[in-house]
């Protein structure tokens, strides 16, 4: 229930949008996304998953993976701000644009927030006694599921989302921040598998088994966030002059999410 109907709120959006504006329509791509994004987080935290994920180190890492990493990538791609920015009124697209814009959305969704959020959080929790404590009761499951969501869904959102991002950094700076999570998961699940410096008590060869998955199934989320992100880069001609007055100058641009972040939001709706 809980991904059942974020999923039927935007198909809900969808076809509003539609229905206000049918030249313009949405695109199918990001739909089948964010449904997607919806499957695998249900998928995640259904029986028999989460059954394996609760008594098996090897499930909890699986399920970390499609709730942290896949599911948010798959959400965040199918631009549900900017779907809403379209259908909501102008003044509480305003509302919504100055909420993106103000000084705790700014802090957070600054790259080294998320990655801290993102990637720092796991050595905090695999590297103390965290993990034992949180995974001892019910209720630390689903406080760990949520926190892998809303990070995953920052960092995915903040590197490469195509919704506006207040003081979104270029496309070179967002794939060094994409580069730093890259080796700190590398960094980690080698720790993991070695045994140095982590605090799971799990068997060795489920905390082996989760550090594998870490190793390769983050590196996969990865590169589709890295092609994500890349997709979206094209040069854009500059109307002005070049330097020596003759012909047109180029100039990078981060495809539409750069465009709707530097510009007032409402733009992107």
């Not at 760990?144 to 991002?165: E, I």
């Given at each position: 229930m809980i991904a059942v109907l974020p999923a039927v709120g935007?198909?809900?959006?969808?076809?509003?949008t539609r229905r206000r504006s049918p030249e313009r329509g949405w695109s199918a791509w990001r739909?089948?996304?964010?449904?997607a994004g919806c499957g695998l987080l249900a998928f995640a935290l259904v029986p028999p998953f989460a059954m394996w994920a609760h008594h098996d180190f090897r499930g909890h890492m699986a399920q970390h993976l499609l709730i942290g990493m896949y599911?948010?990538?798959?959400?965040?791609?199918?631009?549900?701000?900017?779907?809403?920015?379209r259908t909501l009124p102008a003044a509480r697209a305003r509302r919504l644009t100055a909420v993106l814009h103000s000084r705790p959305v700014r802090g957070v969704a600054h790259p080294v927030t998320a990655l801290?959020?993102?990637t720092g959080s796991l050595a905090v929790l695999y590297c103390t006694p965290v993990y034992g404590a949180v995974t001892?009761?019910?209720?630390?499951?689903?406080?760990?599921?949520?926190?892998?969501?809303?990070?995953?869904?920052?960092?995915?959102?903040?590197?490469?989302?195509?919704?506006?991002?207040?003081?979104?950094?270029?496309?070179?700076?967002?794939?060094?921040?994409?580069?730093?999570?890259?080796?700190g998961h590398?960094?980690?699940?080698?720790?993991?598998y070695g045994g140095f410096l982590i605090d799971?008590?799990?068997p060795v060869a489920e905390v082996r088994g989760g550090a594998e998955l870490m190793y390769y199934g983050g590196d996969f989320a990865e590169l589709l966030l890295a092609a994500a992100l890349v997709a979206d880069w094209r040069p854009v001609r500059d109307p002005r002059p070049g330097p020596e007055g003759s012909g047109a100058a180029?100039?990078?641009?981060?495809?539409?999410?750069?465009?709707?972040a530097r510009g007032t939001g409402t733009r992107a709706a």
């Amino acid at each position: 229930m809980i991904a059942v109907l974020p999923a039927v709120g935007y198909l809900l959006l969808v076809c509003r949008t539609r229905r206000r504006s049918p030249e313009r329509g949405w695109s199918a791509w990001r739909t089948a996304s964010f449904v997607a994004g919806c499957g695998l987080l249900a998928f995640a935290l259904v029986p028999p998953f989460a059954m394996w994920a609760h008594h098996d180190f090897r499930g909890h890492m699986a399920q970390h993976l499609l709730i942290g990493m896949y599911a948010p990538i798959a959400l965040v791609l199918g631009a549900p701000v900017t779907l809403l920015l379209r259908t909501l009124p102008a003044a509480r697209a305003r509302r919504l644009t100055a909420v993106l814009h103000s000084r705790p959305v700014r802090g957070v969704a600054h790259p080294v927030t998320a990655l801290l959020l993102n990637t720092g959080s796991l050595a905090v929790l695999y590297c103390t006694p965290v993990y034992g404590a949180v995974t001892a009761h019910p209720a630390g499951h689903w406080l760990l599921h949520v926190h892998f969501l809303a990070s995953g869904w920052l960092f995915a959102w903040v590197v490469a989302g195509p919704d506006p991002a207040p003081a979104r950094p270029g496309v070179p700076a967002r794939l060094v921040v994409l580069g730093a999570a890259i080796a700190g998961h590398a960094v980690l699940s080698q720790l993991m598998y070695g045994g140095f410096l982590i605090d799971i008590p799990a068997p060795v060869a489920e905390v082996r088994g989760g550090a594998e998955l870490m190793y390769y199934g983050g590196d996969f989320a990865e590169l589709l966030l890295a092609a994500a992100l890349v997709a979206d880069w094209r040069p854009v001609r500059d109307p002005r002059p070049g330097p020596e007055g003759s012909g047109a100058a180029f100039r990078p641009r981060a495809g539409a999410a750069g465009r709707g972040a530097r510009g007032t939001g409402t733009r992107a709706a």
